[in-house]
């Protein structure tokens, strides 16, 4: 929620930008409206709400900005690096769905063999290499999560301090890359299983769905 001054947002002094808040208020005082209709990522629960002319007293409030004098057992690194550990965690989902689409990927090329072939999938090399560059997609997206936000916690904890602007922009980075290279993953698995990938008793078309709604 933003801040208004009259019919303009408040600027905060520091940062130059709009002062903006967290508005804390029961289910039933808001209308929550049926619009997260979308290609992949059905199970989300996201939504819309709608308040008209509700009233949030001060104590259901709180600054959306860099913690000052936190209550105890709300100053360790965890809380001073939001919002980069919810960006990773959802890029963690990516790599969640594109480990899942390889494990199933491995099970069907186990055991099939493609029309009009005399070798099995497992015995193809351009299967193999569709999936060995996935799996290395993969495990470069997971490294490169951890490594920033490990980087992002070992600076916190030693400053004491909100984060730099250097970690915050490899952390973004980091969830980008994972975003973008397991969304490819899932398309090279589609490729490895053949028609699989779009038969809905599998689960590769919804692995694809997903991957790719998040990288949006």
């Not at 933003?2 to 002094?13: F, T």
């Not at 919810?86 to 493609?114: F, H, N, Y």
């Not at 193809?124 to 936000?149: E, F």
Request: aromatic share 8%; proline share 6%.
């Amino acid at each position: 929620v933003l801040e208004m001054e009259g019919d303009q947002p408040k600027v905060h002094p520091d940062t130059g930008q709009p002062t903006s808040f967290a508005a804390f208020f029961p289910r039933n005082e808001a209308k929550i409206l049926d619009a997260w209709d979308t290609l992949g990522m059905r199970g989300t629960g996201s939504t819309t709400y709608q308040v008209e002319r509700l009233f949030v007293p001060d104590r259901r409030t709180a600054s959306v900005g860099p913690l000052k004098n936190p209550s105890p057992g709300f100053e360790g690194p965890l809380y001073r690096i939001f919002p980069m550990n919810a960006v990773a965690g959802e890029a963690m989902v990516s790599v969640g769905i594109a480990q899942a689409a390889i494990e199933a990927a491995v099970e069907v090329v186990k055991t099939k063999t493609p029309f009009y072939n005399a070798d099995p999938s497992r015995d193809q090399q351009l299967i193999q290499y569709q999936l060995g560059k996935a799996m290395a997609a993969v495990d470069a997206s997971r490294s490169t999560l951890h490594a920033a936000i490990n980087a992002a916690q070992q600076e916190t904890a030693q400053t004491g301090t909100s984060l730099s602007k250097e970690i915050k922009i490899r952390c973004q980075l980091a969830a980008n890359f994972a975003a973008e290279h397991c969304a490819e993953a899932t398309r090279l698995v589609n490729h490895a299983v053949g028609t699989a990938a779009i038969r809905k008793e599998q689960p590769f078309e919804r692995y694809f769905r997903d991957a790719h709604t998040l990288l949006s």
